[in-house]
């Protein structure tokens, strides 16, 4: 119980907080931009062409079987590699975390709109609408009130795999806390349990608010 | 490319990815018991456990493998749990499964229209026999493509072991591009290593999934 205050010592507090926002800046950055390439990706998903669908499944498939972590690896280390290209630990993983995002948020637009009835297409032609019209009244407010939920929980996904990132040396809330741990090792000897305590649960009061929303949208909108 | 060099750690390969696929095993197992618990916990209203199970669940679902091992292999020890590196890797892979299996299972059962439970009730079933014949099959058919998912998910989880030194694939491909600086072929025969355990299962779960169909009753087919 003692060790605890090596939590409050100097500015240890503070170096984790700002460990936990390079953690979530990383995942925000990925978030954005897994949305905006993942809406073009459902569209592109959702299209007839068999050479479209079969590169998109392709993907997909990869994204799915192919563990981040394996991800970041064959970024970071193969393309410094084989290519020659220095990028740092930031710019590997919003490489690959918007790799695998746009194509699970791919996924789920796909399946948004595939899930709308026929029915609900045809009605509104039989009404008059535009196609535009149709999209914009009709079609797309179904989509999003089964998307938002489900993409709310692909953020915390990522949030919480971001933490693999310290595996390719970023310094970011786990890797500070050891870094803590290292630096108070004769002065707490038993800093290590209280330290990746509170990183368990930084992470989970990032994670747990965002799950909450995501479920109560999806009670409201079922 | 270098085959030579490839076939010369193929073993390694081998061993490791037994190491993945058995400690991914037992995780998976482990997993589905304690989803099934927490979810009875919560279907029968259990006073207490079904409290602690709701904890569990958010507590789980909401943090990273990674730093549940951290805390598991490197703070336990401080205060006097010592466990081995793979009880740790098992312990928190179940810690984990056991919500997503959790949760799985529940929008299984509450997929089953309560007009099931009712008519099988009316036709004399007893509540066992109810959740045996009548529930529990169409609850499964349901959360089979989930639980599929879930495995994979799991097996892919278990790449950060290697954080705790277990000589899974991860470690084996770290530790060759570590000594002999053969960054290529180490990480193609890793995603290769992973491809090879994780597309038979998934490919499994959905020939699986395509066999328990029989739920669609009453509903689309």
Redesign the interface.
């Known amino acids: 119980m003692r060790d605890l205050a090596v939590l409050f010592k100097g500015n240890n507090l503070q170096r984790l907080l700002g460990g936990l926002g390079v953690t979530l800046e990383l995942s925000l950055v990925s978030v954005a931009l897994s949305i905006v390439l993942g809406l073009l990706a459902g569209v592109l998903m959702t299209l007839k062409n068999p050479v479209v669908r079969a590169v998109m499944r392709l993907w997909l498939e990869t994204v799915r079987i192919v563990p981040q972590l394996v991800l970041l690896f064959l970024v970071y280390f193969g393309m410094a590699k084989t290519f020659n290209l220095q990028l740092s630990g930031e710019a590997a993983a919003v490489i690959v975390f918007t790799f695998w995002g746009a194509g699970e948020m791919g996924d789920l637009v796909r399946g948004a709109i595939t899930s709308i009835p026929v029915h609900q297409r045809e009605s509104s032609a039989a009404l008059g609408l535009t196609r535009g019209q149709t999209w914009r009244f009709v079609l797309l407010p179904q989509a999003a009130r089964r998307l938002i939920p489900q993409a709310i929980n692909l953020t915390t996904r990522m949030i919480k795999t971001t933490s693999l990132v310290m595996l390719i040396g970023v310094v970011e809330v786990l890797k500070v806390g050891s870094q803590i741990i290292d630096a108070a090792r004769y002065d707490a000897p038993q800093g290590a349990v209280w330290v990746y305590g509170a990183v368990f649960f930084l992470y989970f009061f990032a994670c747990w608010p965002i799950s909450l929303a995501a479920g109560w949208l999806e009670k409201r909108w079922a | 490319m270098d085959i030579e060099f490839m076939r010369r750690f193929l073993p390694m390969y081998v061993k490791a990815a037994g190491l993945t696929l058995r400690l991914g095993a037992t995780g998976i197992a482990l997993s589905l018991v304690v989803g099934a618990l927490c979810c009875l916990a919560r279907q029968f209203r259990v006073p207490v456990l079904r409290r602690v199970a709701g904890v569990y669940i ?2 789980a ?4 493998l ?3 091992l ?2 598991l292999y ?6 006097g749990v010592k466990l081995s590196a793979e009880t740790c890797a098992i312990v928190g892979l179940t810690f984990l499964g056991g919500a997503y299996m959790a949760e799985s299972l529940r929008s299984g059962l509450e997929a089953v229209d309560a007009i099931q439970h009712e008519s099988g009730l009316s036709l004399g079933l007893t509540p066992m026999q109810n959740m045996r014949y009548v529930i529990l099959p169409q609850a499964l058919a349901t959360a089979i493509p989930s639980i599929g998912a879930n495995a ?1 998910f799991l097996i ?2 278990t ?2 072991f290697s ?1 705790v030194a277990l000589a899974d694939l ?1 470690y084996v ?2 530790d060759l ?1 570590g000594m002999y ?1 053969r ?2 072929e180490a ?1 193609l025969m ?2 290769l290593a ?2 090879a355990l ?2 038979p299962l ?1 490919i499994a779960f959905s020939l699986l999934e395509r066999r328990l169909r029989h739920a669609g009753f009453g509903g689309a087919v």
């Open positions: 958010e507590l679902r909401n943090t990273p990674l730093v549940q951290f805390f490197f703070g336990l020890p401080k205060i994979v892919k989880e790449s950060v954080a991860m491909a770290k591009i600086y960054t290529d990480l890793l995603t992973y491809l994780l597309l998934s």
